[in-house]
C-alpha cells in the first residue's frame, strides 16, 4: 500500500511532501518529492490515559468497542486506564486485558494504566476514597503484565514499594498527590519523570514549597500530561506549558470517560455517579471527573492554544508517550517503522487511520 502526495510529519525529521509505502505492517520506503499534498500524515496518536468512551469504559473491560471507536481518532496505541478499584477488580481487568491482547495481536490496546488506588485521599478527584490505600508487596505481586503504566502519589505510606514495579517495565507517574518537592525528588532520583494530568490532582505552586507543581515546570526531563480540553486547564495555562516545557515536555491524554461522544446524562466512573452537563463530567459536588474529550480534539486544541509547529504536534500526540513507554518501533514516519499512521486533512480532522499498514478507519 502506497500514501502518495502527503504532507509528512515525522517528529525527528521534521516535514516535508511525498509518498509513503508499506509492506507487511512497516513502513518500507519514504519517497521525498514536490507536490502539492492532498493531507497531513503523522504518526498514528497515542493516548496512555483513557478511561472509557461512546458508552465503553475500561472498569467494564470494554476493550473491543474502546479500540473500535479510538481509531475514528486517529488512536493506534492506548492505555484503557483504571480508577482506584479493589484489588480483586484490578486483577480480573488486568486478566481480561492480557487475554485480549494476546488474542488479537494486531490491536491498539498496548496494555492498562493504572490510576491509583496508591494516591492521596487529599486529592481524590473522582477515585473513591474508600478504595484509596497504600501500597503492599502482596499487592504488588499481582500487578504486572499487561499494565504498562501506575500512577501514584509520592508522600503516601510505603509509596517506595512502587519502584519494585520499574523493574516490570511499568512507567511510574506521579498524581493525585500533595507531595512536597522533596518528597517527589526522591522518586525522580530514581526514574520517575512523567507526571499525571499536570496540575489537574495538584497542590497549585507555591512560592515557598513548589511542590510536584513546580518539579513539573522545573525539571526538563519531566514530561507532563495534559488534558487539553480548555475546562481542565485554561487556554493560557496550556500556553504557559508550551512555553516551559517545550512540546518535548509534553504528552496529550484525554482522560476520557465512557461518557465522551455521548449526549449529557448520568455516567458512572467506577463506583461514583457522574453527572455530564454541556459536555463536561462532574460529580454531584462539582468536582471534574474525567473528561469527554476525544483525542483529534485535543490534538487540534493544543495546536490552536499554542501555535506549535506539525513536527511538534507529533511529539505531543505521539512520539513522547511511545519513548515513555519504551515503544521504539513506532511514533516514527521513517523507513522500518510500524506502519501506524494518521491521515488529517488542513483543519486536521481525521480522514483516514492505518494500523500496521491497513485502513482500519476511512472518515468518507
Ligand atoms: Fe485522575
Known amino acids: 500500500m502506497v500514501v502518495e ?18 509492506e507487511e505492517g512497516k513502513i518500507v520506503k519514504i519517497e521525498k518529492r514536490e507536490c502539492i499534498p492532498r493531507g497531513v500524515l503523522m504518526p498514528g496518536f497515542v493516548d496512555p490515559h483513557i478511561h472509557g468512551v461512546m458508552g465503553a469504559d475500561t472498569m ?59 494516591i492521596s485521599k487529599e486529592k481524590k478527584g473522582a477515585h473513591s476514597e474508600g478504595h484509596i490505600r497504600p501500597p503492599s508487596e502482596r499487592e504488588l505481586r499481582e500487578i504486572d503484565f499487561p499494565t504498562k503504566m501506575l500512577t501514584f502519589a509520592p508522600e503516601i505510606e510505603s509509596s517506595e514499594l512502587l519502584l519494585k514495579l520499574v523493574e516490570r517495565d511499568i512507567v511510574l507517574s506521579a498524581g493525585h498527590s500533595i507531595a512536597t518537592f522533596e518528597e517527589f525528588m526522591k522518586f525522580y532520583k530514581e526514574g520517575v519523570k512523567r507526571i499525571t494530568h499536570f496540575p489537574n490532582g495538584l497542590k497549585p505552586l507555591h512560592h515557598r514549597e513548589i511542590g510536584i507543581t513546580g518539579a513539573g515546570l522545573l525539571l526538563d526531563d519531566v514530561k507532563l500530561e495534559l488534558i487539553c480540553d480548555g ?41 461514583l455517579v457522574v453527572k455530564v452537563k454541556n459536555g463536561v463530567p462532574r460529580l454531584e459536588d462539582g468536582t ?27 511529539k505531543v500526540s505521539s512520539y513522547n508517550s511511545c519513548v515513555e513507554l519504551g515503544l521504539d518501533d513506532r511514533g516514527r514516519i521513517a523507513e522500518g517503522t510500524r506502519a501506524d499512521l494518521v491521515l488529517l486533512d488542513e483543519d486536521l480532522n481525521v480522514v483516514m487511520t492505518i ?5 482500519v478507519f476511512r472518515s468518507r
Do not use: W
Open 5 to 22: 502526495k502527503v504532507l509528512i510529519v515525522d517528529p525527528i525529521d521534521g516535514e516535508f511532501t511525498g509518498d509513503v509505502e508499506m
Open 288 to 314: 471534574l471527573a474525567g473528561s469527554t474529550l476525544l483525542f483529534s480534539q485535543a490534538v487540534k486544541n493544543f495546536r490552536k492554544f499554542t501555535g506549535c509547529s506539525l513536527t511538534e504536534l507529533a
Open 231 to 271: 475546562v481542565h486547564l485554561s487556554r493560557e495555562m496550556v500556553k504557559l506549558v508550551y512555553k516551559v516545557k517545550k512540546a518535548d515536555g509534553t504528552v496529550l491524554v484525554t482522560d476520557s470517560i465512557s461518557a465522551a461522544g455521548l449526549k449529557d446524562g448520568a455516567t458512572t466512573l467506577g463506583d
Open 355 to 359: 494500523k500496521e499498514g491497513e485502513v
Open 60 to 118: 467494564n473491560c470494554d476493550f473491543s468497542e474502546m479500540e473500535e471507536f479510538l481509531y475514528s481518532q486517529g488512536v493506534t496505541t492506548f492505555l484503557a486506564t483504571t480508577v482506584s478499584t479493589s484489588l480483586e477488580k484490578m486483577k480480573e481487568i488486568l486478566a481480561k486485558a492480557g487475554e485480549y491482547i494476546l488474542e488479537n495481536p494486531s490491536t491498539s490496546l498496548l496494555g492498562v494504566h493504572l490510576e491509583g488506588p496508591y
